[in-house]
């Protein structure tokens, strides 16, 4: 059974920073995605099972970085320069295939519970 434990979310303002982290038991394409109160699950960002391939959201690029630490089994997301609509709640979330970067929700087999991020104006 594989565990997504999610950990950092809080409330922060508006140009701030955040680091979300995800302990993984496994090694999998992770990604990110977040869900804002009457809104669909999208997705932010994603990483291969390596750490050598990274893709963005285009409403997210060149603010947010996601990482991976192996020693450690565990995926990174730095968010910095935050903004009122990043508030969400975030979850990981760990496939198998990386197939040149999946975006979708159902690319993914496995979900941590979610931590909640908040940007005030």
């Known amino acids: 059974q594989v565990q997504l434990v999610e950990s950092g979310g809080g409330l922060v303002q508006a140009g701030g920073s955040l680091r979300l982290s995800c302990a993984a038991s496994g090694r999998y394409v992770m990604g990110w995605f977040r869900q804002a109160p009457g809104k669909e699950r999208e997705f932010v960002a994603t990483i291969s099972s390596g750490g050598y391939s990274t893709l963005y959201a285009d409403s997210v690029k060149g603010r947010f970085t996601i990482s991976r630490d192996r020693t450690k089994n565990s995926v990174y997301l730095q968010m910095n320069s935050l903004k009122p609509e990043d508030t969400a709640v975030y979850y990981c979330?760990?496939?198998?295939?990386?197939?040149?970067?999946?975006?979708?929700?159902?690319?993914?087999?496995?979900w941590g519970q979610g931590t909640q991020v908040t940007v005030s104006s």
């Open positions: 979330a760990g496939g198998s295939r990386w197939n040149g970067g999946p975006r979708s929700s159902a690319d993914y087999d496995y």
